[in-house]
């Protein structure tokens, strides 16, 4: 089985990835951030850097999927190749950061892959406010992301938003994360775990 979360940058993914983790048995698989070659030029950069971090992101997920595809047991996974082409690569061509020769490339590279991999069978969107991504951001203070613009993360929440509601044709659960402290809150924790007992395993009736 294949769990995927979602959401936008501090939004909480790699805590939850941890927790369901431990909680369930689960193997997870983190993105790549902290060995990601590209990605403080990309910050300081954006424009220079975009075409170069998104392929380095589509063959690191495209390397996940296919991992997971041959595992026995269940992957909870944080990110998924979906985001990054519907959501971050998306954001990048309509801000200007790509030309319409590399956008192309990207597209038919990614459109081969479709052939190959298939959708999680859950993924988990943590929806967050700006102001809820912002504080996490510098609570976890990388010094890359300090520099981040508020209109960056607006742009992601909004094609997340399109990306879970119009075109992502999978199942997905929707956590407003806004309210909600998993990490510290033990019936903030339960309260997500038991909406995936229903979906997965029908352990509890429906509300």
Do not use: C
Not at 48 to 65: A, C, I, P, Q, T
Not at 178 to 183: A, G, R
Request: charged fraction near 25%; hydrophobic fraction near 40%; aromatic fraction near 14%.
């Amino acid at each position: 089985m294949h769990i995927v979360i979602a959401g936008n940058i501090g939004s909480g993914k790699s805590t939850l990835t941890r927790l369901l983790a431990e909680h369930y048995g689960w193997t997870p698989r983190f993105e790549s951030v902290d060995h990601n070659p590209y990605l403080e030029d990309y910050y300081r950069d954006i424009h220079r850097w975009s075409f170069n971090l998104e392929v380095y992101f589509l063959k690191e997920r495209f390397r996940d999927m296919l991992a997971i595809a041959q595992s026995q047991g269940t992957i909870i996974q944080d990110r998924s190749i979906f985001e990054g082409v519907y959501v971050f690569m998306a954001n990048n061509k309509a801000m200007g950061h790509l030309s319409d020769r590399d956008f192309r490339t990207y597209m038919e590279l990614f459109e081969q892959m479709l052939s190959i991999i298939k959708l999680p069978d859950l993924m988990i969107y943590l929806r967050a406010s700006v102001a809820h991504l912002v504080g996490n951001i510098q609570k976890r203070g990388r010094d890359y992301e300090q520099t981040m613009q508020l209109e960056y993360l607006e742009n992601l929440n909004r094609r997340y938003e399109e990306f879970i509601t119009e075109h992502y044709k999978g199942r997905v659960m929707i956590v407003d994360k806004d309210s909600l402290d998993f990490e510290n809150n033990r019936n903030d924790f339960t309260s997500i775990t038991s909406r995936i007992d229903r979906l997965l395993f029908g352990l509890f009736p429906m509300e």
